[in-house]
């Protein structure tokens, strides 16, 4: 074995995950070659080195916190039908029925905006009978004046 | 029978027994495998739930075909590496910052001087990159063989692949963490 081969074998060899016999070639050629003895210490302290990273905090509320995750989920998707389908289908026949009713309205309705207003509308409003006059330049009479357009 | 097929059955009837103690038995090595690839305790408790929810809703078809630790071990690192993906697009798309890094970790010891604590943090921030830089096959076959034990051939069934892949991996993720970590070796 050659340098090269030997070090493509030294992760595995260092793993524990080398045959016997290949174990043996490994540690013979070791034993009389420095390159590789360097390589192989290299190998050591990286994979060494990268275990000082922290593990995981302890979790003593997982399982609660999953279940109640889990139980919410559940509930979620039995709702969704509604939200989905429902509500959505409710806003939309509310506003075609009102948008039916407005324009019936506007067709049918008492106020026509292109004609001004007479005096009469306003009594026929008010469900007066008849109407005498506001005394000249009194606030009635300046008000009504403003409401009746001529 | 073994006692993970056992329980999984159990867990297939609907038995939430069964169900917790697959949790609490394999709760640790999922959450320290999701905290590797996402250096966040909250988004890794996170995902490790969406692992043991995905175990469950797969109940009702389970067929005792892989080991159950296999299987939880593959959903993990394929959710994880879809967390990490995704924190990548949103980051892409609203100029998010980098999220922030579990930077409150404990320190392994009590009575140090300042200065080894930051010379501390600082190669454990090293580390962490170094890791996170690897090619995705490369990070997964660190992961499982530096921190959760795996051997070649569980690494092998977890990965889908064969054992002289694995090997291969963890040699040329081993070079390049050499490389990139020369400075603190």
Not at chain 2, 46 to 67: C, H, M, N, T
Request: aromatic content about 8%; some cysteine; charged content about 30%.
């Amino acid at each position: 074995m050659n340098c090269r081969d030997v070090q493509r074998k030294l992760s595995p060899y260092l793993d524990g995950e080398c045959e016997t016999e290949q174990c043996t070639i490994l540690e013979t050629h070791l034993k009389g070659c420095k390159t590789c003895q360097k390589a192989m210490q290299t190998l050591t302290d990286t994979w060494e080195l990268i275990t000082i990273l922290p593990g995981s905090k302890p979790a003593p509320y997982f399982y609660t916190r999953l279940k109640a995750r889990m139980t919410s989920e559940e509930h979620k998707e039995k709702t969704t039908w509604v939200d989905r389908i429902l509500i959505p289908t409710s806003a939309i026949a509310a506003i075609a029925i009102g948008i039916l009713v407005g324009s019936i309205v506007g067709r049918n309705g008492e106020w026509q905006p292109d004609r001004p207003l007479v005096e009469d509308d306003i009594v026929d409003a008010l469900y007066l009978d008849h109407f005498d006059d506001f005394p000249s330049a009194s606030l009635g009479d300046a008000l009504f004046t403003l409401a009746v357009q001529e | 029978m073994n006692n993970n097929v056992e329980l999984m059955l159990r867990v297939k009837e609907g038995d939430e027994t069964a169900f917790r103690q697959i949790v609490e038995t394999y709760r640790d090595s999922i959450l320290g495998l999701c905290l590797r690839y996402l250096n966040n305790q909250e988004d890794a408790e996170e995902v490790a739930q969406d692992v043991f929810i995905r175990l469950y809703g797969a109940a009702a078809s389970y067929e005792p075909r892989a080991k159950l630790s296999t299987y939880l071990y593959r959903i993990a690192v394929n959710l994880s590496l879809n967390r990490i993906r995704d924190r990548k697009w949103k980051r892409l798309v609203s100029w998010e910052t980098h999220r922030k890094v579990e930077d409150k970790d404990p320190i392994i010891a009590d009575i140090q001087k300042p200065d080894s604590l930051l010379e501390q943090k600082e190669q454990q921030m090293m580390v962490r990159k170094a890791i996170d830089s690897l090619p995705p096959n490369q990070r997964t076959a660190v992961i499982l063989k530096r921190f959760q034990d795996l051997s070649y051939e569980e690494i092998a069934e977890v990965m889908d692949c064969s054992i002289s892949a694995v090997e291969s991996r963890l040699h040329r993720a081993k070079l390049n963490l050499r490389k990139k970590l020369k400075s603190f070796i």
